[in-house]
Antibody, heavy 123, light 110 residues
């Protein structure tokens, strides 16, 4: 069974940094791309970015709203994907979900979702 | 980049059929697969349709998806509505480097 468990959320001041983790189990982590999707309180889903599998170079892509501030990385030996968030803004307040596509290491399509972790950016 | 536009809300009675549309702003709806997600209050989204019209195991066949190139849109149809279907529904599509979500549709079953 595919399981994705996010951690690392919490309250952080504007301008500070936070790193989220997504611990995966139930599948061969290194074979799949991993994406992050967020949802601000009472709002819709917003794609944040993703990282391809090593077979596709482990390259990353980001939404315009976070490009240059957020970085996604992965440790295939630990089955963990990370979301490093720098220069946080109040508008980054959201539940952050880790997702995985159904079958490939190349596309950002979310098929499986974690339970999410809440990040609150406030002074 | 393209946008996906959904109605803000729809409502229907139990036992009836409802269709939620998702219109792509530019580029062909057929050029990239469309997925649909259900999100109940306080829960994570779950996939109800993938690759335009495929149902994951465990999703009842009351849920179906389709695309229409003439209107450049995708649709999620739920038949035999149940009160448990009340939720937010999001369409999504992607290409090799971006993922786009529709704004979501609140389905009320009353």
């Amino acid at each position: 069974e595919v399981q994705l468990v996010e951690s690392g959320g919490g309250l952080v001041q504007p301008g500070r940094s936070l790193r989220l983790s997504c611990t995966a189990s139930g599948f061969t982590f290194g074979d799949y791309a991993m994406s992050w999707v967020r949802q601000a309180p009472g709002k819709g889903l917003e794609w944040v970015g993703f990282i391809r599998s090593k077979a596709y170079g482990g390259t990353t892509e980001y939404a315009a709203s976070v490009k240059g501030r957020f970085t996604i990385s992965r440790d295939d030996s630990k089955s963990i994907a990370y979301l490093q968030m720098n220069s946080l803004k109040t508008e980054d307040t959201a539940v952050y979900y880790c997702t995985r596509p159904r079958r490939d290491g190349y596309t950002p399509r979310p098929d499986y979702w974690g339970q999410g972790t809440l990040v609150t950016v406030s002074s | 980049n393209f946008m996906l536009t959904q109605p803000h809300s729809v409502s229907e009675s139990p036992g009836k059929t409802v269709t939620i549309s998702c219109t792509r702003s530019s580029g062909s709806i057929a050029s990239n697969y469309v997925q649909w997600y259900q999100q109940r209050p306080g829960s994570s989204p779950t996939t109800v349709i993938y690759e335009d019209n495929q149902r994951p195991s465990g999703v009842p066949d009351r849920f179906s998806g389709s695309i229409d190139s003439s209107s450049n849109s995708a649709s999620l149809t739920i038949s035999g509505l149940k009160t448990e279907d009340e939720a937010d529904y999001y369409c999504q599509s992607y290409d090799s480097s971006i993922c786009v979500f529709g704004g979501g549709t609140k389905l009320t079953v009353l």
